[in-house]
């Protein structure tokens, strides 16, 4: 099994509906801010988006983009009525025209890929922004941090969220778990901020680290891209 056949899985990352409803709602508000009104929205291996009709609704048009297939159908299912978003395969997105694009989002998918794949989709997302477009690369994740950093942070947010005991006992699930069996050997890509805008800068962009990360864990890093 591979991260794109396990994100394709039935899998339980998230603990209950609870969990998945708060995980989602949490990535939609922190997105917003960086949402241009009008604008054309790419998320990329966007997950469920069970929220994204809020950032659809601001942006008028947003392209939800992953590479599992089923995790597309149920997507084409959710939205199959909002006509400010679209969902597209990977080879749909690499055949965009350039400068299309007036947001890119990537989060919490950095780590899943090897740095040679990393590499390739920010060149395809340089090709693909506007030249005052912007890239939000949430959720990459520092050398260092261990599982026991995440799952502390999931803590407090099931506390925060009111799904503690489900996430007590989810945890102790994912230790036996196909995820932890796929952390274990396929591992996860991890970058410092140095490393991260090096690459970034590589590949075109001028980057920073915003103050603060996308979505409920504060020891992952969000940088922001734009075409230099
Ligand atoms: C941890 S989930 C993140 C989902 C969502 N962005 C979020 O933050 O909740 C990782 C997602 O990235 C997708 N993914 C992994 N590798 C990918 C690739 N090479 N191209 C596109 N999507 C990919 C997976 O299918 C999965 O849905």
Not at 9 to 19: D, E
Not at 32 to 49: F, M
Not at 124 to 131: E, M, N, V, Y
Not at 174 to 180: D, E, H, I, R
């Amino acid at each position: 099994m591979d991260w794109i056949s396990f994100w394709d899985s039935k899998h339980a990352v998230y603990v209950n509906a609870r969990h998945l409803d708060a995980h989602y709602r949490r990535i939609a508000d922190d997105l917003l801010p960086y949402v241009p009104a009008g604008g054309t929205v790419l998320d990329y291996g966007c997950g469920d988006a069970l929220s994204h009709a809020r950032i659809g609704a601001k942006a008028g048009r947003l392209i939800l983009c992953d590479a599992a297939p089923g995790v597309r159908t149920a997507l084409g299912e959710r939205f199959a009525t909002n006509n400010t978003i679209e969902v597209s395969a990977p080879e749909e997105v690499e055949a965009m025209p350039a400068t299309s694009l007036d947001l890119i989002v990537m989060h919490s998918v950095a780590q899943y890929l090897a740095p040679e794949q990393f590499d390739t989709k920010i060149a395809l997302f340089r090709r693909l922004l506007k030249p005052n477009g912007l890239l939000v690369l949430g959720d990459v994740i520092p050398p260092g941090t261990s599982p026991i950093t995440d799952a502390m942070a999931l803590l407090r947010f099931a506390a925060h969220e009111q799904f503690l005991v489900a996430a007590t006992f989810g945890l102790i699930r994912t230790l036996f778990s196909n995820y932890a069996r796929l952390r274990s050997t396929l591992g996860l890509t991890h970058y410092d901020e140095r490393a991260i805008t090096t690459k970034l800068a590589a590949a075109g962009f001028f980057a920073k680290r915003a103050a603060t990360n996308i979505g409920h864990n504060p020891s992952r890093m969000t940088l922001l891209g734009r075409p230099a």
